[in-house]
């Protein structure tokens, strides 16, 4: 596979409103902020006219926030590419949230050195009262419940300490 990563365009836009057309809510709910994620600025990872995977991400200050990762298929560096063209364009940090039950997700971020920035139980309370079709149970029947903040700080490409 030969990954190209750009900036979304707008053809990549309407792929992922069909993405968002089959089952997947246009809103992304964090502690900070809900965000319509066709409205975001992104990156998508091309190889050669396919894409297989995209990215979204809000800057507010000096806080960049990755919203929404997606990789078409696992195990071919797609969701290592993308994060890196984030980590390339942000100037100071980058965070994102997932939930509990999203383990895959928790090993994938843990090994490219992001780290655990905050813990909100019962996060997902909250967004279920903007977001009422989350569900209870999320993967592997674990309830879905809390949300894991990560961070990285990109300035020296090393996590920040305490």
């Known amino acids: 596979m030969d990954i190209q990563v750009v900036p979304l365009t707008d053809s990549d836009r309407d792929q992922l409103a069909g993405v968002i057309s089959t089952g997947r809510s246009p809103l992304v709910v964090t502690p900070f902020q809900t965000y319509d994620i066709q409205s975001l600025n992104g990156f998508a990872a091309r190889d050669g006219d396919l894409v297989v995977g995209m990215s979204t991400y809000a800057i507010e200050g000096f806080r960049c ?93 090393a996590c920040r300490t305490p």
Not at 65 to 93: K, N, P, R
Not at 114 to 143: C, L, Q, S, W
């Open 65 to 157: 926030e990755i919203v929404t990762l997606d990789a078409f298929g696992e195990g071919h560096g797609v969701g290592t590419a993308l994060v890196d063209a984030i980590q390339a364009f942000a100037v100071q940090q980058a965070c994102l949230f997932t939930t509990n039950h999203n383990l895959r997700a928790q090993h994938f971020y843990r090994r490219r050195v992001f780290r655990v920035r905050a813990f909100y139980p019962d996060g997902m309370d909250a967004v279920r009262k903007i977001k009422p079709e989350v569900p209870i149970t999320g993967n592997h029947g674990i309830p879905l419940r809390d949300m894991i903040e990560f961070e990285m700080d990109l300035r020296s490409g």
